[in-house]
């Protein structure tokens, strides 16, 4: 399974990115994506999920009323749409996929990962 991904640079505080991934094949029947982020120097976390139907997002508390994330695609496909980026927002930005249908919200819940994007926020 390979996953690409596209979008993150730079944008000033207040500003908007977005972002998507693109899984190769459809690998499984049922499959969760999801979004992570890894801030400079500190560990990886849950930014937010939607489940293999693609009706049902759930989003870290740091993400809520801001971020969207949304499936297409043949359910291949996922977008974030980042909005109101502040700078604690800077990180770099991974797509991944869990082999279940419902999301996690563990880095050890998902099975595969992309590259990973850089997103920065700056003043």
């Known amino acids: 399974v390979h996953l690409t991904e596209s979008g993150g640079g730079v944008v000033q505080t207040g500003g908007s990115l977005k972002h998507s991934c693109s899984a190769s094949?459809?690998?499984?029947?049922?499959?969760?994506m999801a979004w992570f982020r890894e801030p400079p120097g500190k560990a990886r976390e849950f930014g937010a999920a939607?489940?293999?139907?693609?009706?049902?997002?759930v989003y870290a508390d740091s993400a809520k009323g801001r971020f969207t994330i949304s499936r297409g695609g043949f359910r291949k496909t996922i977008a974030l749409e980042m909005n109101s980026l502040k700078h604690e927002d800077t990180a770099v930005y991974f797509c991944?996929?869990?082999?279940?249908?419902?999301?996690?919200?563990?880095?050890?819940?998902?099975?595969?990962w992309g590259q990973g994007t850089q997103v920065t926020v700056s003043s």
């Open positions: 991944t996929i869990r082999t279940e249908a419902k999301p996690g919200y563990a880095v050890t819940s998902y099975d595969y």
């Open positions: 939607i489940e293999d139907e693609g009706t049902q997002p």
């Open positions: 094949v459809r690998p499984f029947n049922d499959y969760a």
